[in-house]
Nanobody
């Protein structure tokens, strides 16, 4: 069982930056592929970024490529999403997710554990 707790959300002006963190419980964190998803107001949850077990493999949605960076620290069981050049359309609840396989995926249904979400609001 893995428990995920997100932090770092908030209100920021367009063009600003935020750093989201996800703290994971469990002794086998390094065996899990990790990802961030988001759910904009009135829309379905969508893929943002994913990272493989070692941190060397990453994958991004086209909408955030070049602006967001996902990373992980297996020694501290954390995953981070650095978000730069934020836009109003990035406004959403951001969720951390873990899958009990070492490689990343952009498929929502392949993730086994989810955090409670953290709100990110970007004002224009």
């Amino acid at each position: 069982q893995v428990q995920l707790v997100e932090s770092g959300g908030g209100l920021v002006q367009a063009g600003g930056s935020l750093r989201l963190s996800c703290a994971a419980s469990g002794r086998t964190f390094s065996n899990y592929g990790m990802a961030w998803f988001r759910q904009p107001p009135g829309k379905e949850r969508e893929f943002v970024a994913a990272i493989g077990w070692g941190g060397g493999s990453t994958y991004y949605a086209d909408s955030v490529k070049g602006r967001f960076t996902i990373s992980r620290d297996n020694a501290h069981n954390t995953v981070t999403l650095q978000m730069n050049s934020l836009k109003p359309e990035d406004t959403a609840v951001y969720y951390c997710a873990a899958r009990a396989r070492p490689y990343y995926s952009a498929n929502y249904y392949s993730y086994d554990y989810w955090g409670q979400g953290t709100q990110v609001t970007v004002s224009s």
